[in-house]
């Protein structure tokens, strides 16, 4: 784990504006981040390449916008009342808390990357005759190995299904896991622990009603499933789409802005026939990798990671996990979740929730297909991907986001050369062109090389430099983020660029092809 590397961009964060402590002046509150000017920009830029890329390009994907605020019955009937817990386990010698299932799935990582290097020493010493397969199914070390990875497995999902925790506790104890703070295996026992806040929703003590904060939007969709369906009058295989904010009390909260207490989703539920479950699950993780890909981010930096732990709503389960500073981790999750929460619901509300297929001229529960993403760890890892520090040909350094252009904060910086002259005022004579259209800042500020940087360091894709020539011929510098070269463009080019590079429109057309 890169620990500098995270620390880095959390001090980067702060100090150009994308993401403070939240109650900083209070001491800050543990897991609860503010989103400043910059960082509320590009999560709203994320925020609407997903949207619009569920809502706007499928015509079978509507949105909605329902409450934080449900009732009560909904996280019994979702399970989350009941099942909506992590197992913890304690290090009594650091007083660490872990999760006793990722303890688990961290040690079946490391003997996975035993089998990685076995194989990368046998690739060496074959060289082209080396047959991966092969040496997969009959090296005698690596079927040791594998023979314990599928062991452990087994174990661990069934004390799971069985709730036995004491069996998870063995589990760990057998392994000999032990706590990267302390090195001891000097365990509590497995305890599970809800994860939902309450609070209260009325004024008196006697006619208040608990309430929970919603720990996922999805089941705001669920409850108004019908309606959307009736009012928007789709047909099954159609989906809903929502973002929204969810709370849960993460005991392991850390990791700056990877597992907060109240982050935000992007989820949309796709409802389908029963037995089509498998080929629509495959479809979505297809659909949702590519749509992280067209980002332009590098395709090593992604990986699927097949659930064997599932959660209780689950036939399936597939994470694309992003490379972020401290390994590979859970970006997006993609949930067969069978008929299970729809059938939940109309039992313990007792209203009907079918869908009347005229195809099949016959009611039933539609099975639903679920792509989950945290907008948080998107935004996470975009920018621990694109934060790069450089050394220049002249020995100096700089910092630069190369985020994707369509999703960058400012699009276009305008910078008039000098302070004087009318350069400032024809400057923002220019801007009034794009203000409409796109993000963008002017700054006069400081000599222009420091102000190139500035721009580098939150990602501003292009720099505009308005000089003495322009007034004579509406020409004007444009600066590369990347390359840093200059070269002399006029109005009708920049529009170009604009259409071409930096709209969210160019990165949506890029998607549907
Ligand atoms: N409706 C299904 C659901 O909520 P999940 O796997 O628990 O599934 C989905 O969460 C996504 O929400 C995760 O892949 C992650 O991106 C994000 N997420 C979950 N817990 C989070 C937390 N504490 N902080 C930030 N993001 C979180």
């Given at each position: 784990m890169d620990k500098d590397a995270l620390k880095k961009i959390i001090s980067h964060s702060k100090e150009y504006g994308f993401i403070f402590p939240s109650s900083e002046i209070y001491e800050g509150l543990n897991a609860i981040y503010d989103y400043a000017h910059n960082g509320t920009l590009l999560k709203n830029n994320i925020r609407e390449y997903w949207w619009k890329s569920m809502v706007q390009l499928n015509e079978n994907i509507v949105g909605i916008d329902s409450a934080i605020?449900?009732?009560?019955k909904t996280w019994v009937a979702s399970g989350h009342v009941d099942a909506f817990n992590d197992p913890l386990i304690d290090?009594?010698?650091?007083?660490k808390r872990y999760r006793a299932d990722v303890l688990i799935e961290e040690h079946i990582e490391k003997l996975n990357l035993k089998i990685k290097k076995e194989v990368s020493k046998a690739e060496k010493r074959f060289?082209?005759?080396?047959d991966k397969k092969e040496f997969l199914a009959t090296n005698p070390r690596v079927k040791e190995i594998t023979k314990s990875i599928n062991e452990i497995k087994s174990k661990m999902v069934s004390a799971f299904e069985d709730d036995d925790l004491v069996l998870v506790k063995k589990l760990i104890d057998d392994l000999e896991i032990k706590c990267q703070v302390s090195g001891t295996c000097n365990w509590t026992e497995v305890r599970q622990f809800n994860l939902m806040f309450n609070t209260k929703l009325g004024a008196s003590e006697d006619s208040s009603m608990d309430l929970y904060l919603r720990p996922e939007t999805a089941q705001g969709i669920f409850l108004n499933y019908l309606s959307v369906q009736k009012t928007s009058r789709m047909k099954i295989p159609f989906g809903i789409a929502q973002t929204g904010k969810a709370f849960r009390n993460e005991i392991?909260?850390?990791q700056f802005i990877f597992r907060m207490r109240e982050f935000e989703q992007m989820e949309m539920q796709f409802f389908i026939q029963p037995g089509t479950q498998e080929d629509w699950f495959n479809q979505w993780k297809k659909k949702r990798l590519k749509w992280h890909l067209n980002l332009g981010i590098?395709?090593?930096?992604f990986r699927y990671h097949d659930h064997d732990k599932l959660a209780h709503y689950a036939d399936a389960a597939c994470d694309i996990e992003f490379l972020f500073p401290f390994g590979f981790k859970e970006l997006e999750g993609i949930h067969s979740r069978t008929d299970f929460d729809l059938k939940s619901h109309e039992k313990l509300s007792g209203k009907k929730i079918q869908y009347f297929d005229p195809l099949l001229n016959k009611n039933y529960t539609p099975f639903v297909l679920e792509t989950s993403i945290g907008l948080d760890r998107m935004f996470l890892a975009i920018i621990s991907n694109s934060l790069k520090t450089e050394i220049l040909e002249d020995g100096t350094s700089r910092n630069v986001m190369n985020i994707p252009k369509p999703l960058a904060p400012n699009k276009l910086a305008f910078l008039?050369?000098?302070?004087?002259?009318?350069l400032p005022e024809y400057t923002r004579n220019i801007m009034k062109d794009f203000i409409h259209e796109i993000n963008i800042v002017f700054d006069e500020k400081d000599a222009i090389g420091r102000r190139y940087r500035r721009q580098d360091a939150i990602g501003t894709p292009y720099c505009i430099t308005v000089d003495h020539q322009t007034i004579e011929d509406d020409s004007f510098t444009i600066r590369d983020r990347e390359s840093m070269e200059q070269k002399r463009i006029n109005l009708s080019e920049l529009k170009t660029i604009i259409n071409d590079e930096l709209s969210l429109n160019s990165l949506l057309k890029k998607l549907d092809n």
């Open positions: 605020f449900m009732h009560p290090n009594k010698d650091s007083k060289k082209e005759k080396f392991v909260a850390r590098e395709s090593d930096c008039p050369l000098v302070k004087k002259d009318g």
